[in-house]
C-alpha cells in the first residue's frame, strides 16, 4: 500500500512539474509577443525550461511537456513566427545531449547546423504555405537574398551559442537550484 502511494507521489510530482513548466514556457511565449525583437530570444529561453525536466525525469516527459507548451503557444500565441520558433528550434536542449555523443567535434558541429538550417528553412518554407501573407513575403522580397543569408547565418550562429550556454546552465541548476526543490528529493 505504501508502495502504491509512493508511486502515485511520484507520478503527481512529475505531472505538476511539466504542467507547470509547460505554462511557464506559454506565458514567456505570449509575453514575448508584446515586445518585436523578442521574437528570436524567447522561444530559446522557453527551452531552457525543457532543461530540469530533462535533468529530473526523462526525454518522454521533456517531449510532452514541449509538445504542450508548443501547442498552447501555437493555438493562442500572438507571434505566429515566435510560436514556429518554438516549435521548429525549441525542442533542442531534448536532442542536443544525441546530438554531443558524435565523437568527432567537427561532425558534430556540422550535424548542428545542418539541424538549424534545416529546422529554419522548413519553418519559413511552411509559414510562406500557411500564412501567404504580403507583407511577410514582401520583408523578405526587401531584405533581398544576401539579406536573407545573413540573416539565417547570424540566427544560427546564435544557436550555436545557445547550444554552448545549455551544459553550463544544466550545471547551474543542478548545483544551485536543485538542491533547494526538496519535493523532488522526497
Excluded: H
Aim: hydrophobic share 60%; proline share 4%; net charge positive.
Amino acid at each position: 500500500m505504501a508502495d502504491n502511494r509512493m508511486i502515485s507521489r511520484r507520478q503527481s510530482v512529475r505531472i505538476a512539474y511539466c504542467g507547470m513548466a509547460a505554462a511557464l514556457s506559454a506565458a514567456l511565449m505570449l509575453l514575448g509577443g508584446v515586445i518585436p525583437a523578442a521574437t528570436y530570444a524567447v522561444p530559446m529561453l522557453c527551452g531552457l525550461l525543457l532543461l530540469p525536466v530533462m535533468l529530473e525525469f526523462d526525454a518522454k516527459a521533456a517531449w510532452t511537456t514541449y509538445a504542450a507548451a508548443a501547442l498552447i503557444v501555437l493555438i493562442l500565441g500572438f507571434d505566429k513566427e515566435a510560436a514556429f520558433f518554438y516549435i521548429f528550434l525549441g525542442y533542442y536542449p531534448i536532442v542536443k545531449w544525441k546530438l554531443d555523443r558524435i565523437a568527432s567535434r567537427p561532425k558534430r558541429l556540422a550535424a548542428k547546423t545542418l539541424l538549424f538550417t534545416v529546422a529554419l528553412a522548413a519553418m519559413y518554407g511552411l509559414l510562406a504555405l500557411l500564412f501567404p501573407m504580403a507583407a511577410f513575403m514582401r520583408e523578405f522580397g526587401d531584405m533581398g537574398a544576401a539579406m536573407a543569408v545573413a540573416f539565417a547565418a547570424l540566427y544560427i550562429f546564435c544557436m550555436l551559442l545557445y547550444d554552448r550556454l545549455l551544459l553550463p546552465m544544466a550545471m547551474i541548476y543542478m548545483n544551485r537550484i536543485r538542491p533547494r526543490l526538496k519535493f523532488l528529493r522526497n
